[in-house]
């Protein structure tokens, strides 16, 4: 390099400061990776919401296809490969950055949410060493307070921020409670404070707590000996869900903490089939990690925690029994205003938290692929594009309808019978099939008519509820009109069933007496409730409304019903409903529902101007609909090429810096050299 017309000193001078200048070049582009920030940013959709229909029109697929697709990886797969439309599972946190350069080629669409979900790790009650013990000759509980003081010091032990920044990369929240934050005003913001191992992650804590409960190594073999046997804690697992990499992870992380402290608790991946059938019907396990998808209101506390939904089957599988937290539960099902519930809500929150029947771990931050090829995805603000709305309105992007719409789960589809369904891939099925009175608004969850409209009336001490199912256009799938007299008989189908059904207390709860008909009203039903309970409405008008023309044996005298269980119907009558998608076939592999024709919203389709009426000719179950988005094994060619590049190009960078600083620092030495002699 040449630099006239300066003194050598001055050369020196301004190669040392472009020596620096690199320094700071390399020492920028080389930086070690930053943690994720603690809050990823979801942005507001501006997703089409008639209110004069009281939402949108459809259905406008021909067809929904459900493939099951056990692992996240295989659905991202799938959808770059024109396989699925959309993943029934938020992308993996680390394939994130990639998917958003798929989404800047126009190749997949990415939808941000925040997710209506709880992940958290539990206990077994039932089992020694973390059983609750009601031994009359124990009077002091000091049993119980041995397996409290364990399953507190397993909560300080949770390191939650490296959850949060290391293995979701910032795609989630903590929760300190069992009722998130995202569920608003029934958040108790006390429980942060009054029990700090709900979030503090404190190992020495831990074994501060350990050693005062008397859980000591006294005979050197590594392992804790517990104070009330005097031997080794014994090995146990924690059984995680094997297609789940964030779960499995966590568990790792918390069975290497716990057995840093003397606890040998070691992480167990299994199938979410075994998994649900050895913690929830067999109740055989020690520890589990699982999630919940769950509604705004937490009436889902008193399934989750109440004693009388410790059964096989139940999902109070921890197996806590609490009087207090059992009668606050109750008290949120028979609250007559917000502020009761409120109060039952709190209180039944501390009792959990304090007692470790539940360790809240964090909920998503869901960042959901689907293809591009797809519009009229409906984005809920909490819960993802993933719902009924989307089912009901989604289309080609170049036709108004039409088109088979190919949507990913995790596991298949166990049931068809809407009494026994219970996984939320049954229920991604079933909620296309049957509908109810009112549905949720998905912005503010208020009610709105749907299949009838209503008035709630006070009386004294107590409500009426009036139904009106004055559209004539609404039908079965099998061309049965629908009629306030199957709803009327599905009230009675759950009363005469009801020591079998799970849920049917909710009706005692919140009050309910009777129906009666309008005389000279052939559309119209009273119900009748002996308390002004907050929740009657969402009680009464959210039981879908059945063919109760099949589950009644003697149709329409209704004297004899069928078992909610095995009645004895073929896959068409149990899944007849009015909703917008009517069911076709059930494989392990898939479940196809096709287009309801005869939908009573299909006239409320927007006419589009935009686009070309759909191309003649039928829908193919087996092919893609478009060509695919992106070849993976290409994909994953051109990022290993794109990774190569990269480390090519900071090994250059890395070697001029370096030889540009030594050639500065050579100088500077010749520089200060020549000064002392010269």
């Given at each position: 390099m040449h630099i006239p017309n300066v003194s050598r000193a001055t050369k020196i001078w301004l190669l040392s400061a472009v020596c620096l200048a690199l320094l700071l070049l390399v020492t920028t582009v080389i930086q070690p990776a930053q943690a994720a920030p603690d809050n990823q940013a979801v942005p507001p959709y501006d997703n089409e919401w008639p209110k004069e229909t009281n939402g949108p029109g459809g259905p406008r697929a021909d067809a929904i296809v459900f493939r099951v697709i056990t692992q996240p990886d295989a659905q991202i797969m799938a959808l770059l490969k024109g396989e699925i439309?959309?993943?029934?599972?938020?992308a993996p946190p680390e394939q994130i950055p990639q998917l958003k350069e798929y989404e800047k080629k126009g190749l997949i669409k990415l939808f941000y949410a925040e997710e209506n979900s709880l992940f958290y790790l539990a206990f077994n009650f039932r089992r020694y060493p973390f059983q609750q013990c009601f031994d009359p000759n124990d009077p002091e509980g000091t049993y119980d307070r041995a397996a409290l003081a364990l399953r507190r010091a397993i909560s300080y032990l949770v390191d939650r921020d490296y959850i949060l920044n290391k293995i979701l990369k910032g795609y989630g929240k903590i929760t300190p409670s069992v009722v998130p934050?995202?569920?608003?005003?029934?958040?108790?913001?006390?429980?942060?404070?009054?029990?700090?191992?709900?979030?503090?992650?404190?190992?020495?804590?831990a074994r501060d707590l350990l050693r005062s409960a008397g859980f000591e190594d006294t005979d050197g073999t590594g392992w804790l000996n517990d104070p009330r046997t005097g031997r080794d804690l014994p090995t146990m697992y924690l059984y995680t869900p094997s297609y789940d990499p964030i779960r499995v992870q966590v568990g790792d992380l918390i069975a290497s903490a716990c057995q840093s402290v003397g606890i040998p608790v070691y992480n167990k991946p299994i199938d979410f089939n075994s998994?649900?059938?050895?913690?929830?019907?067999?109740?055989?396990?020690?520890?589990?990690?699982?999630?919940?998808?769950?509604?705004?209101?937490?009436?889902?506390?008193?399934?989750?925690?109440?004693?009388?939904?410790?059964?096989?089957?139940?999902?109070?599988?921890?197996?806590?029994?609490?009087?207090?937290?059992?009668?606050?539960l109750t008290k949120i099902w028979e609250a007559t205003t917000p502020d009761e519930m409120e109060e039952a809500v709190y209180n039944?929150?501390?009792?959990?938290?304090?007692?470790?029947?539940?360790?809240?771990?964090?909920?998503?931050?869901?960042?959901?692929?689907?293809?591009?090829?797809?519009?009229?995805?409906?984005?809920?603000?909490?819960?993802?594009?993933?719902?009924?709305w989307t089912f009901l309105q989604v289309h080609p992007r170049d036709t108004p309808t039409g088109g088979v719409f190919r949507f990913a789960l995790l596991?298949?589809?166990?049931?068809?019978?809407?009494?026994?369904?219970?996984?939320?891939?049954?229920w991604y099925v079933l909620g296309l099939l049957f509908e109810s009175p009112i549905a949720i608004e998905p912005f503010n969850y208020t009610e709105i008519p749907w299949l009838a409209n209503f008035t709630v009336e006070e009386t004294d001490g107590g409500l009426v509820i009036t139904f009106n199912f004055g559209r004539r256009d609404v039908m079965f799938h099998d061309g049965t009109p629908l009629t306030v007299e199957h709803y009327a008989r599905t009230l009675d189908y759950i009363n005469r069933t009801a020591g079998k059904l799970p849920g049917a207390e909710e009706w005692t709860y919140v009050g309910y007496l009777r129906y009666e008909f309008i005389p000279g009203n052939d559309t119209a039903i009273r119900l009748y409730f002996s308390r002004k309970s907050y929740w009657a409405l969402r009680i009464a008008g959210g039981?879908?409304?059945?063919?109760?023309?099949?589950?009644?044996k003697d149709w329409p005298t209704c004297t004899e019903v069928r078992d909610p269980y095995s009645p004895g119907l073929t896959d068409k009558e149990l899944t007849c409903g009015s909703g917008p998608y009517i069911f076709k076939e059930l494989h392990p592999d898939y479940v196809v529902?096709?287009?309801?024709?005869?939908?009573?919203?299909?006239?409320?389709?927007q006419?589009?101007?935009?686009?070309?009426?759909?191309?003649?000719?039928?829908?193919?179950?087996?092919?893609?609909?478009?060509?695919?988005?992106?070849?993976?094994?290409?994909?994953?060619?051109e990022r290993a090429s794109s990774s190569i590049k990269e480390l090519v190009r900071l090994m250059w960078i890395t070697s001029l810096g370096t030889a540009v600083i030594g050639c500065g620092i050579v100088a500077a030495v010749a520089f200060f050299v020549r000064r002392r002699t010269g």
């Open positions: 439309d959309m993943v029934g599972w938020p934050p995202w569920t608003g005003r029934w958040y108790d913001p006390k429980v942060k404070e009054l029990y700090e191992w709900t979030h503090k992650y404190d190992p020495d804590k998994l649900v059938n050895l913690v929830f019907d067999a109740h055989d396990f020690d520890l589990y990690i699982l999630g919940w998808l769950l509604g705004r209101e937490p009436l889902w506390l008193y399934y989750l925690f109440h004693s009388n939904q410790d059964v096989p089957g139940g999902n109070n599988a921890p197996g806590i029994h609490n009087a207090t937290l059992d009668d606050n039944a929150q501390r009792i959990i938290a304090e007692q470790v029947a539940y360790i809240p771990l964090y909920y998503r931050i869901q960042v959901v692929p689907c293809s591009a090829r797809w519009e009229g995805y409906f984005v809920e603000p909490l819960g993802g594009p993933a719902n009924f596991d298949r589809v166990r049931t068809l019978d809407y009494w026994a369904a219970s996984s939320v891939w049954d039981t879908a409304v059945l063919p109760m023309h099949y589950w009644w529902l096709v287009k309801n024709d005869n939908y009573w919203r299909k006239k409320l389709i006419p589009s101007k935009a686009v070309p009426p759909p191309p003649p000719g039928v829908w193919n179950l087996e092919q893609p609909q478009g060509q695919p988005a992106e070849d993976p094994s290409r994909a994953i060619a």
